[in-house]
């Protein structure tokens, strides 16, 4: 099964207000592992920076002055994500971001259908806990040193670790362990059956037994299961 983790980085908090992709990160997992593929662009959002959005990732006007236009990317993004299913920390945020930019380039929408939102699972799994991917990360005790500010390739490959973790991957990776030969007779061992050298004394009285014969005589006839032979 494939999977994208995805995050992406903008000028502000919403689309409508005018606001744009600056930069997008995606992680591809296959059966919840990561392959090694990533997908990061810094885009040119044809506008200024604000300073309170600059200050979260850092990335500046003229940084992105020579970066390529969505436009560019559009099609080699819609390649990678393929029809998999998209891992996203608060997916309708990316996802209304993202629209908006496909809907400037006549490219159909990503269907909400297809994200996989961790806050949604995290608040599934752990019930009152704070869910911002810096609390997840540290209770997990995922590496947060290289985290000074936001990005989007960065918080996507956080964010995979918080989902395998979410997923149970630390347990599957464990499973996934080989066992020699002597490990698997041992084990082999360990599981077989064991009969009891003596059979456990019958529990039930007589007087119980007459009592359960009369009920089912009584009561069910001479089609009850206990008189099928």
């Given amino acids: 099964m494939r999977e994208i983790v995805l995050d992406t980085e903008t000028t502000g908090l919403d689309p409508v207000d005018g606001h744009r992709v600056i930069e997008i990160g995606c992680v591809e997992l296959v059966d919840q592992f990561p392959t090694g593929r990533t997908f990061q662009r810094y885009l040119n959002p044809e506008r200024d920076m604000p300073v309170e959005a600059q200050r979260v990732h850092g990335i500046t006007s003229e940084f992105l002055s020579d970066k390529p236009l969505f436009a560019h990317i559009a099609d080699e993004l819609l390649e990678f994500l393929g029809d998999a299913p998209l891992v996203i920390h608060n997916a309708s945020f990316d996802l209304k971001f993202l629209n908006a930019e496909f809907?400037?380039?006549?490219?159909?929408?990503?269907?909400?259908?297809?994200?996989?939102?961790?806050?949604?699972?995290?608040?599934?799994?752990?019930?009152?806990?704070?869910?911002?991917?810096?609390?997840?990360?540290?209770?997990?005790?995922?590496?947060?040193?290289?985290?000074?500010?936001?990005?989007?390739?960065?918080?996507?490959?956080?964010?995979?670790?918080?989902?395998?973790?979410?997923?149970?991957?630390?347990?599957?990776?464990?499973?996934?362990?080989?066992?020699?030969?002597a490990s698997t007779?041992?084990?082999?061992?360990?599981?077989?059956?064991?009969?009891?050298?003596?059979?456990?004394?019958v529990r039930v009285t007589e007087i119980e037994i007459a009592i359960h014969a009369g009920f089912v005589a009584r009561e069910l006839g001479s089609d009850a299961v206990w008189n099928w032979s």
């Fill in 103 to 181: 809907h400037r380039v006549a490219r159909p929408p990503l269907p909400r259908a297809r994200a996989i939102d961790t806050i949604e699972i995290a608040k599934s799994r752990i019930p009152g806990a704070r869910y911002s991917l810096d609390e997840l990360c540290k209770r997990f005790g995922i590496d947060l040193s290289g985290r000074s500010r936001h990005g989007a390739l960065l918080d996507a490959e956080l964010t995979a670790q918080v989902y395998l973790e979410l997923a149970g991957g630390r347990q599957k990776r464990l499973l996934l362990a080989p066992l020699d030969e």
């Fill in 185 to 201: 007779a041992a084990s082999a061992e360990n599981h077989a059956a064991r009969l009891r050298p003596e059979p456990l004394p």
